[in-house]
Structure formats: C-alpha cells, structure tokens
C-alpha cells in the first residue's frame, strides 16, 4: 500500500514536471489582437493524471503545476497567470475527470474531454469578463467586445487540441501510470 501511494506521488511530480516543461518549450500566440493568450499543451499531462488517478488528484496537479509555472516560466503573468490558469484548467480536468470516473471506457473518455471542452470555454468567458479588466486596467466592455472573437475561439481550440492529444496518447500510456506492483 505505502509502495502504491509513494509510486502514485512520484508519478503525479513527473506529470507536473512534464506540464512545466512543456509550456517553456512549446507556446504561442493564436491572435495577434491578444498575443498575451499563447497555446500551450500544458494541460496534456494534467488531463491524463486526472484521468489516471481521478478528479481530486486532477485539481491538486492544476494547482501543483500552476504554481510552478507562475514562479518559473510564467512569472510575467503574475497572479492573474496562475489565477486564470487554475481556473481553466480545473474547469476542464475537473469535469472530464468526473465524468470518466462514471463512464470509464473511450466513449467515455471522448465525452468526458467533450465536456470538459465546454466547461473550460464556458467558464473563461465568465472568468474574462470579470477578472480580465482587472489584469489589463482596461473597460469591462473592452474585454467583452474580444469574448466572443478571441476569448471564445482560444479557449476553443486550447482546450480541444489538448483534449484530442489526450484521447490518442491515454490508453496507450495509462497501464504504465496505473501499475500495481
């Protein structure tokens, strides 16, 4: 049982390493009107904990690795980087989490990252409209005339694009993440 716990631990601190490196190493802007918003596939191994070892480690590896990044390669964000960060993708592993605990098969991890797709979209558009304007000391109108042109299609394609490398690489990877010894 200990050997479980401290091999699950170890896997979760790789996860949010890997999450780290890979918003050093791979991120860009995806509209130059807001070239703050920059891709990242951050959320892949996040999203595949999640799915590993449920919702509850899914929030705790958002916070884990949203802290690091905020220290480290995302620290000109500040606190509203690492705030809109665990928003969104709590928003997203959160959902997709609990609903693959329910339906724990490939249709149901489709549904799942579906689902969550729609949390995390549905959820930033409220997230910007109201701490957005706060970060940028710009009109709340401001920030909602971008909503639906720029805050809504990044989300988007963010969190599909996250999503959909999820669904391929998962069950490939997932026996060796969930080894019992």
Known sequence: MKHESVRKLTVM???VAISV?????VHFPLFPAAAFLEYDPADIPIL??????GPAAGLLLTVA?????ALTVSVQSGIYGFLMH????SLLAVTAGI???LKHSRGGAAVALGS????M???MLVANHFITPVFMGVPTTMVDSMLLTVFLPFNLIKAGLNSLVTFLIYKPISSHLIKRA
């Open 86 to 89: 665990v928003i969104s993708t």
């Open 121 to 123: 979209v549905a959820g």
């Open 116 to 119: 969550g797709t729609v949390a």
């Open 13 to 15: 601190a790789m996860l």
């Open 99 to 101: 609903i693959y605990r």
């Open 48 to 53: 595949i904990g999640t799915f590993a070892y």
């Open 65 to 69: 690795a949203s802290a690091v990044q």
């Open 21 to 25: 490196i890979l918003v050093w190493l």
